[in-house]
């Protein structure tokens, strides 16, 4: 509410088409004359010295009037003074006086909305100097710059949600139909063929499996094995570490002749735990002994020998060259 409208409600009060029904006896000069409230009309008209008579109010002094007999003041109050304003007046001047309040408030707003738009204007160097990550320019610590970024992306992720709901039906999934017009569960086919990209994976991976032979699928095993024991593995490793010192013992070298004394021989089982064959047998370029039921007959093409008589030949070759260079 305006203090126009407040003024309006509370001290201004419009002008009423009615006459009031009393009417007030004036006398000839205009004066006002109050008389007692106790004065009920039973006191004699010819009582002049009555000192509960009523007093009339003239400038600045109050006198007291004295009734007179209805035959000498032919039944008229004799008032003296100047005449109280009238209900009119008494409008005209409040509304003069809310019109002088509300002219001085209106100069006294649009003054200080003066003021205020001369006054200098603060600026954020805070969100002037701000990356486009939410994190602030300068030096600053990892906590800082990590609070800042998460601030940030909290921030855009309220105004994504803000502008979902804002938007309404327009954000919905769109409704796929098929031929005959039943509507296509999109979600559910995506389950589905996530279920049928993941049984594919797992029947490829079978199948290099089975493709793989006993000893490659025991080795990949192994070497599991050993990536999740290096999780708790220390970084350095000392002479005194057993498992480093059993690895070195069970490597064979060709060369070494107290391999026998210092290598653990395996008691004629494989890596997949199958017994093996003790005897003698033919060399192969891939180290596989036989199995334990081999009735030691050769019964290959003879590849594997040609292919040890080809690469030490060569080896020859190269060590004959070398002897020539040396020579000359």
């Given at each position: ?74 039944g008229m109050w004799t008032a003296v003074g100047v005449a109280a304003p009238s209900h009119a ?131 990949a095993v192994r070497k599991k094995q050993q990536l999740q024991d290096a999780k708790t593995m ?95």
């Amino acid at each position: 509410m305006s203090l126009a409208d407040y003024l309006a409600k509370n001290y201004l009060t419009a002008d009423s088409g009615k006459k009031s029904k009393k009417r007030k006896r004036k006398n000839k000069d205009g004066g006002l004359t109050i008389d007692d409230d106790d004065n009920l009309g039973w006191k004699k008209n010819d009582d002049d010295d009555d000192e509960d008579a009523p007093m009339v109010v003239g400038g600045n002094a109050v006198k007291k009037s004295k009734k007179k007999s209805k035959s000498a003041a032919g039944g008229m109050w004799t008032a003296v003074g100047v005449a109280a304003p009238s209900h009119a007046q008494q409008v005209a001047a409040d509304e003069a006086a809310a019109d002088a309040i509300i002219a001085s408030t209106a100069a006294d707003r649009e003054k200080a909305a003066k003021a205020e738009d001369e006054a200098p204007e603060m600026v954020d160097t805070d969100d002037v100097l701000k990356l486009g990550n939410g994190a602030k320019a300068g030096l600053q610590s990892a906590a800082e710059m990590a609070a800042a970024m998460k601030k940030k992306q909290d921030e855009e992720k309220r105004e994504a949600e803000q502008v979902a709901k804002q938007m309404g039906g327009a954000a919905q999934e769109t409704i796929y139909r098929d031929a005959s017009g039943r509507v296509i569960n999109v979600a559910m086919k995506r389950a589905e063929a996530r279920r049928k990209a993941e049984d594919e994976e797992r029947k490829k991976r079978e199948k290099e499996k089975e493709a793989r032979g006993d000893v490659q699928n025991a080795e990949a095993v192994r070497k599991k094995q050993q990536l999740q024991d290096a999780k708790t593995m220390t970084v350095a490793r000392y002479a005194d570490d057993e498992e480093l010192n059993d690895e070195l013992k069970e490597r064979g070298h060709w060369n070494d002749p107290a391999s026998g004394f210092l290598r653990k021989k395996k008691a004629g089982r494989s890596i997949t735990g199958k017994p093996l064959y003790q005897g003698a047998f033919q060399p192969n370029r891939y180290g596989i002994r036989p199995g334990h039921r081999w009735d030691g007959v050769d019964r290959g093409n003879g590849f594997e020998s040609q292919w040890f008589n080809s690469r030490n030949r060569k080896a020859n070759v190269e060590k004959l060259e070398y002897q020539w260079q040396q020579d000359e």
